[in-house]
């Protein structure tokens, strides 16, 4: 998609925020409808409040982008605290996107629940604090809008009440995501110590020619790692990511979509975002070279999540862990910012692959809340045969499976392997067959959920469905992933397109 | 639009087979698999393509136009034919239409399923064959194993879970391995190449064009090594050249028997393709300088394949380790870079795709009769189903390379190129070419010991089954085979090789121009 | 030329015949009268009027050489491969012998196959005709490629043939064993065609109107005249030599030389008219014929000259003893067979090229003739092939006796019937060559010579125990009665087996010169290049082969020439004699006893199967491929599930460490960030500088 | 100035530990909350001094942030440990070990 000669402008330059005050505004009228009418005869109205919210954003966010809205520098607002370029219009659109999948696949898997509209609302301002953190220019902001996103996070997970699993998975999230932030607040502290501001325009000036670095080094140092703690708390990256398999498997499926796709995505734009803009590697290579630093986590993360992935028994957890996995994938994106090759590239690579994801992911785990709303059971075993019941799902779980691992049925195949060439391009070849050996891992164990499904026979516990029937809303969500996930590998090139623009923008190199 | 057409038609009929009622699925993959196998031979016989595609040559039936825009680089639909890749359409279209015809009696539950999956695995391989952008090719090349894993894993045999994961992690590893060494070719090219089309890396690559990758980091010698290894181990697993090999044994003896006629008969050919079109085209200097470890490796994998065979007792696993075997032939002709050496490994690729395909069938068959493969449980069958056991002895003396049948020819121009090749001084590929040759005495000794033990003497079978003579629509694809086996071996000229010769000059003529005389010698 | 070449338009209807009737009785032989027998019979009949034809032409002084069609060419490839038709006299006279047999033989096969009620006739019918097409085109061949492929095609034929009762384990084996043995001939054979053509860029042979062959080739170089690659860096001669006994494995294959001899008396599990055609004949003789195809090529080679006669002339008289003390009667055709074949590479080897050919033209039709007498006998016998159970035919089956008895004759070497001839030049030529300088040649013709005693002996043992005595069992009494499809061929045969000799009377010939050496001066007039006199001159030029004529000292030419006559005809008398002497009896006894542990040696075959069988059964199957099986399932098989299996039990220890204590999590996280802190502190050297 | 700012920043370095070793070492929810406030207040002691070394007023603000953030984290998991309690009758973190490995 090749962007518009001259960037369209909005009257009001707030109006670029359109996306995210939309969320924010259905969020708050979910609460109005709630309050009005607190019985819960009309869930259906709220989920389809919630969906119409999400999926207006989503549609605002994906004009803007096409019509090349902030291309370049973007639009900056509030003195620069919030810039909405393409990068974060980009990332609006996946979290938006996600959400709008995750209330339509809620509506089935959330029935006989009470306070519906908590959970709605809870996803929307979640998904609104995305969206803030997207277009956050400024430590502070990003630290609030992580917060925004964080707390109603901490509430779905541990939604189901009465559910064991839920709640403990609440707690845990909950206790190491206070940590995190603790440690994040901390590391911004320094930072601010160091730079004397939390603009991140102006932090990257301060560090300029580095001579606040030659004596105040560590101090900073050790912010930037703190720093760095927030987000791999964030985007579930070791050593912050212990909360991830526990949270996705207890959670409400839906929410594990929603946090796994979503909520990654969200950790990574800031991170893009901060240690692009904020710590010009040129300016800090000396002082703390956070390109190695990357490199490490990615290596250990990736290994971590896909080796631990490959002998679950139970295919929520195996997908929270290949969910760790595929955030060491992403972290190419900043690992392999050598200044060899062409970062955008690589840059670009991770947020297609975070797009991608956003669907095949969530995809893959809203398959997940279909199987719980049958009561079919959770482990491997419990599915095999269900292609005989249910084909249609089946074959949107294969493709969701398959493009996970990287086989070309969907866009998971391009964007996997436009990381690894870009690794190969930076020059750090070991990483890139990290990665392969990873990958190929990855294959096995998604290919045993297909295996289940198609090749071995029922054993006996798949009446249940006949007993719940084929759930609407959770069919149309699975479909329409698969449908979105297939969709991307030929088409990817609209978005493709845009990603580099965007990421060369941050990368301040001219496109 | 002609390729696309060809891949269009396989994957709507993919699509229509696989939603069709389970009874009429395979008469109606076998009349659907009849279009792309006439548009093929349409295109076979309007083929007006010159030259190698990679390099230069004027394409048949081309089409091209931008896909997608990788950062600085456009990947592009790129389309087209020349002598090397149109026999090998020929080859998969007319393959599948057999293998399906085989496989109405094997293949009796979830028939639609199957036969659409393998319209699916067609329209990849003509894809793979077709493409000459690396993306497209690849998003091919990868595709082909999702259809294949089914196949295995469901219609299989008892071991087929693991058969059908070991072949497909083993070569997905592969693919990305290659996929690793290949790009760093393409930034080594850096701002030289504006897309991913093939040809244009070709040439910038046989131009010289290749520069340091990663700011020096790796020179371009190294990148050049490195690449070539990481392209060549990867496509080798697929041809599979030993020690890459042991996927295919286990793939090949739990894939229903038509699966095993595709695998055999146009997969392993996916690599060889490969290895020629990228590794032997675009490096052929590293190629040479690493000529003695890559004859090794062709005259191993004949030699030790061949000895394999010869350790079996199951008729499949036979028929697995001799296409290692045969599949090093190719390799030799391709290192030799003569024109006879690499035109007679792409006629080996066509050609042994029939032939093993025609052993395959055939052993299929006899299972769908005996329900065993093992030599030790059946004797004298050539009693009880003649055409059958006719068939399998033309197949298996076509393998051991009786003249006038196409494997005969293919071999002889291997030998012939590889001899005269002077890749190795001092004449080290005639010693190369001598010793792999030999595989032509062992591959007869298994075969006729098999026969021997499983096909004549006294009629003897150990099972409960009747052993009855097969169906018409079984014999059927085993006749057309034979014909068109001894049709390439008295005609190759007027068939394929002109063409491939055709595609295959300008790789050789710029190489080594007094071999491709056939008077490249080592003595002064 | 374009005068006649209309009628060589038809030359390749002399293989395509006999290959439409392969097709007819193949697809229509059920419905047909006889199986499919008449159309071989036309078929067959039709190529030897042809043959004829072109042997006429060719005696009117047209040699003829057409190219049939490119096999491979175009601009693509540095050299083509043709097909062609070669005909000139020698391959016209070879394609007349052929076809004869051929002919006889489908005539036999209506007996021998289609009365005894045999099934699977069509089969048999088509192999047979595929093999004649096969043999036929083999012989006007025009270049070593064309020959090579044909060369296996028959085979092939003969694998099929062999193993026509395959419902018999014997015949299985058999075929697997022919063909098997002959693969590793033609694995050298095929080398020397790579060879060749890789050295010359042509494989033709020669004839009118062909420029360039690779003969001529091989001389202009060895003379310097021409430069061809030559390998290895050797001399063009010695590359030669190279490329010479590379094709000589093929040779020595086919023609069941010592030591790849051991197929051929297996081999007789086959019908027996197979046998008789196949066997002994045509395609044994291709072997030696392709010898002779390229004479000029190896009458450059002396050291090549050499080893084919001292191979033959040894596997005359090996095969000769183990002749000695066979049982069946077949099994003694066929070691009397491989001891011909040595005579005819004695002669070749020797230099004696016209002796060569003279001796296969007499060897096929007296060879074929005893063949087909003893597939009469056993007709006759109802299949039992053993001698001591006959005995006394001579009166119940007259024909049979009489023409077997020419047969023998002429096997024996016995003046004049025509193999007395033959042999004895054999002898003759490689005497002279050896006596004119070559010990290695002199030790070969006494082989040689030693050879025909026991061919006398082993020869008149069998016409004895078959025909003569006192019948030894009921059967013997009262023979099954054979009919004139059997006769026919018998008689005919019988006649020329007695007279052909006269087409080379050379001693003869040289008493009174008006008796003329058809043969000789027909082989001389061969066109350029492949002729006898060149060949000649090659041969005696010091430059090439370097052979000299020699004289028994004394003697002169003339005195040695019947010095050597009368000693081969006395010798074989003698071994005539003693088998007179030792069996003449009513009811023989068997006297293999006397040879004592002699005895077994020669009935174990000085135990060449056996070690061949080790080579390929134990050696290379047994041991050699069963561990390589073992290797790949266990080590190289076993590496990939080892690393599969590694990979899945890290993954279950990486799991242990999610404890689902958060505690425990908490500590974790607090670890790595220290860790991390302190390395990256130390790298980016933070303590440095501080707290300055 | 009085006070080096350095001295801030070893203050609330050593709160940060504190806090840090309040949560590795209590296993009570409600402990492990407030160990979280500790470290928060941390940051906070860095934000004012900084910002008062600075001379620019962003740290003082952005420590009102956080406390509001902190309260608005405590009410959540208040809320969180009050499930807590009625699912594992107990407010030990270390309990609750369904999910694990």
């Given at each position: ?17 359109t996306p ?5 505004v ?11 009418d607190p ?6 109205l ?7 919210g999400?999926?207006?954003a989503?549609?605002?966010?994906g004009v803007?982008?096409l ?35 995750v ?13 519906i509209?908590?959970y ?28 925004l996103?964080?707390?109603?996070s ?11 699993g ?23 502290s320094l930072?601010y ?5 939390l ?13 606040v ?14 720093v ?8 579930a ?6 909360w ?36 010009p ?8 070279d ?7 986590l ?14 679950q ?13 595929h ?14 090759g ?5 840059l ?13 992911n ?5 398959f997940v809340?279909?199987v719980?709303y ?23 779980m ?5 493009s ?6 969907g ?5 996997k392997?436009?990381?690894l060439?870009?690794a ?53 969500a ?34 | 639009?002609?390729?696309?057409a ?12 696989f ?5 009429y ?7 659907w ?24 040559g004027?394409?048949?039936?081309e ?6 825009a ?11 034919l020349?002598?090397?890749?149109m ?62 894993y089914?196949?295995v ?38 701002d ?28 371009p ?13 990867g ?17 090949h ?25 990228f ?16 004859a ?14 010869l ?59 005996t ?13 009880e189903?003649p ?7 033309a ?13 005969f ?30 595989g ?20 003897r079978f ?24 001894i ?21 050789v ?15 002064p | ?32 009268p006889?199986k ?27 040699a ?21 038709i ?13 076809s ?85 001939g033609?694995?050298f ?8 053509f ?17 003969p001529e ?45 051991t ?42 000259l ?8 040894f ?24 001891s011909q074949?040595?005579?005819i ?6 230099g ?74 054999v ?49 013997a009494?009262?023979?099954?009665p ?5 006769k ?5 045969l ?5 007279v ?6 050379v ?49 002169g030419?003339?005195?040695t ?11 074989a ?23 004592g542990?002699?005895k ?30 073992r290797?790949?399932?266990?080590v190289v ?5 080892r ?13 242990r460490?999610?404890?689902g ?32 | ?38 470290m ?7 934000f ?9 007023l962003?740290?003082?603000v ?8 902190a309260?608005?984290e ?13 699912n ?12 694990r490995?």
């Amino acid at each position: 998609m090749i962007p518009l000669q001259q960037t369209p402008t909005l009257a009001p330059d707030w109006l670029a925020l359109t996306p995210a005050l939309l969320l924010g505004v259905f969020a708050l009228l979910l609460f109005v409808f709630d309050s009005i009418d607190p019985d819960e005869s009309n869930d259906g109205l709220l989920a389809g409040l919630a969906t119409v919210g999400s999926v207006s954003a989503a549609v605002v966010a994906g004009v803007f982008l096409l019509l090349g809205i902030g291309a370049g520098d973007g639009v900056s607002l509030y003195g620069g605290q919030l810039v909405v370029d393409g990068m974060a219009l980009f990332f609006m659109l996946i979290f938006t996107s996600v959400a709008s999948l995750v209330c339509l696949g809620s509506i089935d898997y959330l029935e006989g629940h009470d306070d519906i509209a908590g959970y709605y609302s809870l996803v929307l301002l979640a998904t609104t604090g995305m969206a803030m953190m997207a277009a956050s220019n400024s430590l502070a902001t990003i630290f609030v809008s992580l917060e925004l996103l964080s707390l109603p996070s901490y509430g779905l997970v541990a939604y189901l009440k009465n559910n064991k699993g839920s709640v403990e998975a609440g707690m845990k999230y909950f206790l190491v995501g206070a940590l995190s932030s603790a440690v994040f607040a901390y590391g911004i502290s320094l930072i601010y110590g160091v730079t004397g501001s939390l603009l991140l325009s102006e932090v990257a000036g301060a560090l300029q020619g580095g001579e606040v670095l030659t004596d105040l080094g560590g101090i900073f140092g050790v912010g930037v790692l703190m720093v760095a703690g927030g987000f791999a708390f964030k985007t579930a990256s070791v050593p912050f990511h212990f909360w991830a398999p526990e949270a996705y498997e207890g959670a409400p499926a839906p929410v594990s979509a929603f946090l796994s796709s979503a909520s990654k995505a969200a950790g990574f734009v800031v991170a893009f975002r901060v240690f692009i803009v904020a710590f010009p590697i040129e300016s800090v290579a000396g002082t703390i070279d956070w390109v190695l630093l990357f490199q490490v986590l990615a290596v250990v993360t990736m290994t971590l999540g896909n080796f631990a992935a490959a002998t679950q028994e139970n295919v929520k957890r195996m997908l929270a862990y290949s969910s760790v996995g595929h955030a060491g994938y992403v972290l190419i994106g900043l690992a392999a910012l050598t200044g060899q090759g062409n970062g955008e590239i690589v840059l670009g690579a991770g947020m297609i692959h975070l797009l991608v994801y956003g669907f095949m992911n969530t995809g893959a785990f809203l398959f997940v809340a279909l199987v719980e709303y049958w009561g079919v059971g959770r482990t491997f075993e419990d599915y095999n045969g269900l292609a005989t019941k249910a084909p249609i799902a089946c074959v949107a779980m294969t493709v969701f499976m398959f493009s996970l691992a990287g086989l070309p049925i969907g866009g998971g195949f391009l964007s996997k392997y436009y990381l690894l060439a870009g690794a190969v391009g930076a020059g750090v070849w070991w990483l890139a067959l990290v990665a392969a050996v990873n990958s190929a891992l990855s294959l096995f164990y998604y290919s045993r959920v297909v295996k289940a499904m198609w090749i071995e026979e029922p054993n006996g516990n798949l009446d249940r469905i006949d007993v719940r029937g084929y759930p609407t809303g959770l069919y149309a969500a699975v479909v329409i992933a698969a449908i979105a996930t297939v969709v991307l590998l030929p088409a990817i090139g609209i978005f493709s397109g845009v990603a580099f623009e965007a990421a060369s923008a941050v990368l301040q190199i001219a496109p | 639009m002609m390729i696309e057409a060809l891949v269009g038609l396989c994957l709507v009929g993919a699509l229509v087979v696989f939603f069709a009622p389970d009874e009429y699925a395979g008469k109606l993959a076998f009349g659907w698999s009849l279009l792309p196998l006439a548009l093929s031979a349409l295109m076979y016989l309007n083929f007006d393509g010159r030259g190698n595609a990679l390099l230069g040559g004027s394409l048949a039936f081309e089409e091209q136009f931008t896909w997608i825009a990788l950062g600085p680089y456009e990947l592009t639909w790129f389309m087209g034919l020349d002598g090397i890749s149109m026999p090998l359409v020929v080859l998969s279209t007319l393959l599948t239409t057999l293998a399906i015809l085989s496989a109405w009696t094997p293949i009796d539950e979830r028939r639609n399923q199957f036969y659409g999956l393998v319209l699916f695995l067609e329209g990849s391989l003509i894809g793979v064959f077709g493409a000459l952008d690396f993306f497209v090719w690849f998003v091919f090349w990868e595709a082909v194993l999702i259809p294949m894993y089914f196949l295995v894993g469901i219609w299989g045999g008892a071991r087929r879970k693991y058969a059908a994961i070991k072949f497909f992690v083993y070569t997905n590893i592969a693919s990305l391995v290659l996929f690793i060494g290949f790009f760093g070719l393409v930034f080594g090219l850096g701002d030289s190449i504006s897309s991913l089309a093939l040809p244009e890396i070709a040439t910038a690559l046989r131009a010289g064009e290749l520069g340091p990758l990663a700011g020096g980091l790796i020179v371009p010698e190294q990148l050049r090594l490195l690449a070539f290894v990481a392209m060549f181990i990867g496509f080798g697993v697929k041809v599979p050249i030993v020690p890459f090999h042991t996927w295919l044994p286990d793939a090949h003896v739990e894939a229903p028997t038509p699966i095993s006629v595709l695998l055999a008969g146009v997969l392993l050919k996916m690599g060889t393709y490969a290895l020629l079109r990228f590794n032997f085209t675009m490096l052929p200097e590293t190629a040479r300088s690493l000529a003695v470890p890559i004859a090794a490796v062709a005259v191993i994998s004949v030699i030790y394949g061949a000895l394999l065979a010869l350790g079996q007792s199951d008729l499949k696993r036979i028929v697995a380790y001799s296409s290692v075997s045969s599949m090093g032939y190719v390799i030799l002709g391709l290192v030799a870079y003569t024109s006879y050496g690499i035109g007679g490994a792409t006629f080996q690729m066509v050609s042994h795709g029939l032939i093993s395909g025609l052993m395959f069938a055939c052993v299929g068959v006899i299972y769908n009769v005996t329900h065993t493969r093992e030599v030790g449980d059946m004797a004298g069958l050539a009693d009880e189903m003649p055409l059958t056991v006719g068939a399998l002895v033309a197949g298996a003396f076509a393998y051991a390379g009786l003249p006038l049948m196409a494997g005969f020819a293919a071999e002889f121009f291997i030998f012939v190129g590889a001899f005269q090749s002077t890749v190795i001084a001092g004449n080290g590929m005639a010693v190369m070419t001598a010793l792999a040759m030999f595989g032509i005495v062992i591959v007869a000794g298994y075969l006729l010991w098999a026969m021997q033990r499983s096909l004549f003497g006294p009629f003897r079978f150990d099972g409960d089954y009747e052993v009855t003579r097969a169906a018409r629509h079984d014999i059927a694809p085993l006749v057309v085979l034979i014909v068109v086996i001894i049709a390439l071996g008295t005609f190759p000229n007027d068939t394929f090789f002109r063409m491939i010769t055709d595609a295959v000059g300008p790789l050789v003529d710029g190489a080594t121009a007094e071999a491709a005389l056939g008077t490249g010698g080592g003595s002064p | 030329m374009a005068a006649e070449s209309g009628v060589f338009t038809f030359a390749p209807a002399i293989a395509v015949l006999p290959f439409v009737s392969f097709l007819v009785a193949l697809f229509a032989g059920k419905y047909m009268p006889k199986k499919g027998a008449v159309a071989g019979i036309a078929a067959t009949a039709g190529s030897l009027l042809l043959s004829l034809v072109m042997l006429a032409q060719v005696a009117s002084g047209h040699a003829h050489h057409m190219e049939l069609y490119t096999w491979v060419g175009g601009e693509g490839v540095p050299f083509e491969l043709t097909f062609g038709i070669l005909l000139d006299q020698l391959s016209t006279l070879m394609l007349v012998i052929v076809s004869t047999i051929a002919f006889l033989v489908h005539v036999f096969s209506l007996g021998y196959m289609n009365d005894e009620g045999e099934t699977g006739l069509p089969r048999y019918y088509a192999e047979l005709g595929l093999f004649s097409a096969s043999m036929l085109a083999f012989v006007f061949s025009d270049n070593v490629l064309m020959a090579f492929m044909f060369f296996e095609l028959v085979g092939l034929c003969s694998y099929l043939l062999i193993g026509f009762w395959f419902r018999r384990p014997g015949p299985a084996s058999a075929a697997k064993k022919a063909f098997l043995v002959t693969r590793f001939g033609d694995y050298f054979f095929l080398i020397g065609v790579v060879g060749i053509f890789a050295t010359f860029g042509t494989g033709t042979f020669g004839g009118p109107g062909v420029e360039e062959s690779f003969p001529e080739l091989a001389e202009a170089a060895i003379a310097g005249g021409a430069s061809v690659n030559t390998f290895f860096g050797l001399s063009p001669r010695a590359w030669f030599g190279v490329l010479g006994l590379l094709v000589l494995g093929g040779v020595m294959g086919k023609s069941a030389q010592f030591p790849f001899h051991t197929w051929l008396p297996d081999a007789m599990e086959g019908p027996t008219p197979v046998s008789a055609l196949i066997h002994a004949a045509t395609m044994v003789a291709a072997g030696v014929y392709l010898v002779a195809r390229m004479y000029g090529f190896y009458a450059l080679l002396p050291t090549v000259l050499a080893v084919i006669a001292f191979v033959g002339g040894f596997t005359a008289l090996f095969a000769a003893t183990m002749g000695v003390v066979k049982d069946e009667i077949k099994q003694v055709l066929a070691y009397s067979t491989i001891s011909q074949y040595g005579y005819i590479m004695l002669a070749l080897g020797g230099g004696g090229y016209v002796a060569g050919v003279f001796h296969l033209t007499t060897h096929a039709v007296f060879k074929a003739l005893l063949f087909l007498g003893a597939g009469s006998v056993i007709i006759a016998m109802h299949h039992n092939e053993n001698m001591w159970d006959m005995g006394g035919l001579k009166d119940r089956m007259p024909v049979t006796y009489y023409a077997f008895l020419s047969g023998s004759l002429a096997l024996a070497g016995i003046v004049p019937f025509s193999g007395f001839w033959s042999k004895d030049e054999v002898l003759y030529e490689t005497l002279v060559h050896g006596l004119g300088g070559s010990p290695l040649l002199l030790a070969a013709y006494a082989m040689g010579l030693l050879a025909v005693f026991f061919t006398g002996f082993y020869t008149f043992r069998m016409v004895l125990l078959t025909f003569h005595g006192e019948p030894r069992t009921d059967l013997a009494e009262d023979p099954e009665p054979v009919r004139w499809n059997v006769k026919i061929p018998l008689a005919i045969l019988g006649v020329l087996a007695a007279v052909i000799g006269v087409i080379n009377l050379v001693p003869v010939h040289a008493l009174e010169s008006s008796v003329p050496e058809f043969l000789h001066d027909w082989l001389y007039h061969g066109p350029e290049g492949l002729n006898g006199e060149h060949y000649h001159e090659l041969i005696t030029s010091p430059e090439f082969a370097g052979y000299s004529a020699g004289a028994i000292p004394g003697l002169g030419e003339l005195g040695t020439l019947f010095a050597s006559a009368g000693l081969s005809l006395a010798v074989a008398l003698a071994g005539s004699a003693v088998a007179l002497a030792l069996y003449r009896a009513p009811a023989p006894e068997e006297h293999t006893a006397k040879l004592g542990s002699l005895k077994t040696l020669l009935y174990e075959n000085y135990y060449q199967d056996e070690y061949q069988v080790w080579l390929a059964q134990d050696l290379t199957e047994e041991t050699v491929a069963k561990n390589a099986k073992r290797f790949d399932d266990g080590v190289v098989d076993g590496f990939v599930d080892r690393v599969s299996d590694v990979s899945l039990v890290s993954g279950h220890f990486l799991r242990r460490v999610q404890t689902g204590i958060v505690s425990n999590y908490a500590a974790l996280i607090t670890l790595g960030l220290v860790v991390l802190l302190v390395a990256f502190g130390i790298v980016g050297g933070w303590f440095g500088g501080v707290f300055a | 100035m009085a006070v080096p700012v350095q001295y801030y920043l070893v203050l609330s370095a050593a709160v940060f530990c504190i806090g840090l070793f309040g949560i590795l070492t209590r296993r009570n929810a409600l402990m492990f909350l407030m160990s979280v406030e500790l470290m928060l207040n941390a940051a906070n002691i860095n934000f004012v001094a900084f910002s008062f070394q600075h001379g620019n007023l962003t740290g003082q603000v952005f420590s009102l942030f956080t406390m509001a953030l902190a309260a608005a984290e405590v009410a959540v998991g208040i809320g969180i440990i009050l499930v807590l309690y009625r699912n594992f009758a107990d407010v030990d973190v270390t309990k609750a070990t369904t999910l694990r490995w």
